[in-house]
């Protein structure tokens, strides 16, 4: 007997679970507002029954504290469930359009149909919340879905796959784990949109694969967020937020501040009070910090290590570490870490750090800083510390980022009114609430005739016929 090729049984399985959601997938696209309701308090309910389970998963995987589970997995996912369901019968009512005097007797409106087949990819940093909401947010579209949920949290993608096998028949959603090959075999299929968070790099794989089969995305990327504090900003308070928004989930989130930009005047006390910020919330002294129920861990010795490296990297080019960086290889920890005296030249200012460690840049004035963020690509976060708006309107005119939060950090990505995405590097489309509708959905355009026609302006082309198109031309 000769024995089958693993890959290619996998591929062949992922195809006809394919195959089965397309064929699936018109009776999804008619399914109504209250129909689709009942399946996003599907997931309201199984998520609030299990949410013990969810937390002892993800605590499994990188020792993330409940606390942040619902933080940061949550509380955006149950208010984004709650603000869809509030509003979904709106959304996917007929939109009637303006009608312009050249088009007299018809009448015009938009219909928000289903994209169809969805693959839907997500990272292992908020396993749940970043393929739950993407997930929540495509049925609330009307289209059927495959979700790849990351490798390197497998307690939280387990949990994941028992709950989409307890809500949902295999032609409306399926959900297979693995690794970069089951990723693979997954973007040589013909799905009709694909909603990738991740890299820009492995952005890039995804949108050329999407590209074969002219699929749309949504691409959530990340890229190097900087947190801007100039002279005039609340320090205190500042600090305080900028801890807290960079050692959360141990720094291991996309919209994370991923360098600081401070104006040299207030950068000793902006240091002294992060470091408070720190003890007060992880632990006055090394021992207790590592100790700390509040504080996660790096995913992986993998990600470890190369966090690690960006420190050494940093260290060895002339960079003063100025609070933290110890390590601990056998619990994957690395302690919150601020680093003076960083240049473009070391590592940590070149790609994203996606770990605790906070490198501090020194500038004059803004105009310095702009200099700093205008030469790297667009990032998919911008914090600003200001109280002068002067300052605030300069640095928002000046700068492109996917979002901007003044005078807070994180906060924007629960905001169900406001659009949460990158732009170029950061990220192409946008998701959340109604925003996250319109993604899913194709737009289409309908124009009815309801009386007269444009026979006037058939041929044969008379000169009356001319004169006529003359004044549409001029005037219409």
Not at 201 to 218: D, N, R
């Amino acid at each position: 007997m000769i024995a089958q090729d693993p890959q290619t049984d996998q591929k062949a399985t992922i195809r006809a679970a394919f195959d089965r959601l397309r064929q699936g997938a018109q009776a999804m696209a008619l399914t109504t507002a209250a129909e689709r309701i009942e399946r996003l308090k599907r997931l309201q309910t199984w998520i609030e029954a299990n949410k013990i389970t969810l937390y002892k998963a993800m605590y499994a995987d990188f020792r993330k504290p409940s606390a942040e589970v619902d933080l940061g997995e949550m509380v955006g996912l149950m208010s984004e469930l709650r603000y869809m369901i509030k509003h979904l019968k709106q959304w996917m009512r007929p939109q009637r359009v303006p009608t312009p005097l050249s088009m007299v007797g018809t009448s015009g409106y938009l219909k928000y149909e289903p994209k169809g087949v969805v693959l839907i990819i997500a990272p292992w940093n908020y396993p749940f919340d970043l393929l739950i909401g993407p997930l929540a947010t495509a049925i609330a579209a009307g289209n059927v879905c495959m979700l790849k949920p990351s490798e390197l949290t497998p307690h939280t993608s387990a949990v994941m796959k028992q709950m989409i096998a307890d809500l949902f028949s295999p032609d409306e959603v399926v959900l297979f784990e693995g690794d970069a090959d089951t990723a693979q075999a997954m973007l040589e299929l013909p799905f009709n949109h694909i909603f990738f968070t991740g890299s820009p790099a492995l952005g890039k794989i995804v949108m050329t694969a999407a590209a074969k089969h002219l699929a749309s995305v949504t691409l959530e990327l990340g890229g190097k967020s900087p947190f801007v504090v100039d002279e005039t900003a609340n320090i205190v308070k500042a600090a305080e937020i900028l801890a807290w928004a960079k050692f959360f989930n141990n720094g291991q989130t996309c919209i994370a501040p991923d360098y600081l930009l401070v104006h040299e005047s207030v950068k000793i006390p902006l240091i002294n009070e992060v470091k408070n910020a720190v003890d007060r919330m992880y632990g006055p002294d090394a021992a207790t910090r590592a100790a700390s129920e509040s504080y996660a861990r790096i995913v992986n010795p993998r990600h470890f290590q190369r966090v690690k490296g960006l420190i050494e990297n940093a260290v060895a080019k002339g960079a003063t570490v100025r609070m933290g960086g110890r390590t601990n290889a056998d619990d994957n920890y690395i302690e919150p870490t601020m680093i003076d005296g960083v240049t473009d030249e070391m590592t940590i200012m070149q790609d994203e750090i996606f770990g605790p460690l906070l490198p501090v840049v020194s500038v004059k004035n803004l105009d310095e800083a702009l200099r700093h963020i205008n030469s790297r690509e667009k990032p998919l976060a911008l914090y600003l510390h200001s109280r002068k708006q002067k300052n605030i309107d300069y640095v928002m005119d000046r700068t492109s980022a996917g979002d901007t939060v003044i005078n807070d950090a994180l906060i924007h990505f629960t905001h169900a009114e406001l659009p949460f995405g990158g732009v170029n590097n950061s990220g192409i489309g946008s998701y959340h609430g109604y925003f996250g509708f319109q993604e899913l959905s194709h737009r289409r355009g309908v124009l009815r005739r309801d009386f007269g026609t444009m026979k006037f302006l058939f041929p044969p082309y008379t000169n009356r016929v001319k004169t006529i198109m003359g004044w549409l031309v001029k005037y219409f």
